[in-house]
Every structure is written in structure tokens, then in C-alpha cells.
């Protein structure tokens, strides 16, 4: 989330030439295959169905979700850009947009996307949005103000909090904020490498 330390955010709910499938068998082929992790291997007996079938939701959705967990988040956004479109009263993919623009470096055009969202049932998670974009593109008072309005025992929050603070050099209580998702989360690699870079920063290298 800011640089240096590792923010947590923007998750979403991995070869070969193209594969002959039988007919009657593509789903479960291609389920299969994203069970297995094997997102390009999927992609590459998508792409011919989606050629044919230009506008099928099957298709569109299914491709769009490889390619984001084969992390090729500019394609991953052009599809669910079009399923937007296509479907413009389906709030997740208007959701999952703005969540491949984010995570493509697409930071202004991901919180103009997150405005399109106005169900209060996804409220928290937008809100959560905004302030990684804000952060980004280093809008500090904007992002703290979408923190905010977030839910304060939320982990995501917790550490979004503890990366602002980092950012206005208050290292110690943003260690103490990476120290509480800890807690509530369990250890994890990244949250120890930002609370020993707060160590670092107020010159406690022996603790660091």
C-alpha cells in the first residue's frame, strides 16, 4: 500500500497449445483446469468459445477471472469492462473492474469505476477500495477519510491504518496498528517485515 511498507488489500471471493476437448465436455474441462490453478491452459480453450459466442456471459466471466489470477490484470479489466456493459445490474463485476484496474496500476481509473458501485451491501469493501486507490496515487487525507468510514475491527483497516501513519512518520503507532493485525490475523510474513521496517525507521535495529 505505500512504499516501503506492505499493504493488504484488493483480494478477490495458474501452458501448452490448445487442447482438444470432447464435445459435452468443455465446462467441466475448463472448471477443472481454474480447480487446478492452470488459469492460461483455461484461457487459451476460452478464448475460441468466446470468439464464437462473442457476447456469452460463461465465457466473458470465466476468462476474465483467469486472467486475474494469472495476474494479467489489463485483460482480467477489459472483460469485466465488457460484462459491465453487458450486464450493468450485476454489481460484482462492476466490483471485480474496479479491483483489476487497481491491481493493473490503473489507480484514477479504478475510483472512477468504484463510484459506479452504490449497493450499501458492498459499502465496506468500496470503501476499502477507495482508500488503497487514494493511497496510491498519494492522497493521503482522501485515503485516511475512507479509512475512516470503514469498520475499525476489520484486519484490511487495521493494517490500511498502520500504512497511513507510516506515511505521516508515526512509526511507532503504526507499528503498534501492525501488531493488532497480527492478532487478529495470525503471523504473517508481511505484517512482521512492516512492523520491523517501523523498528528500522526509529532506529531500534536491534528489535528490527
Known sequence: FVSGVVFRFARMSAAGGPRRIPDGQYTTVVYGLIKDGKYDEAIKILNPLLQQYPKSRAALSLLAYCYFFAQDYHNAALYYEQLTKL???????????ATALYKGGQYAESGRACLAVDNPQHS??????QAAVRYELDEVPASRSFVDQCLPDDPDVVVASGCLLFKEEKYEEARAKFTEAINLLGYQPQLAYNGALCFYKTKQYAAA
Open 87 to 97: 450486464f450493468p445490474d450485476v454489481e460484482e463485476y462492476k466490483i471485480y473492474y
Open 124 to 129: 465496506q469493501r468500496m470503501l476499502k477500495l
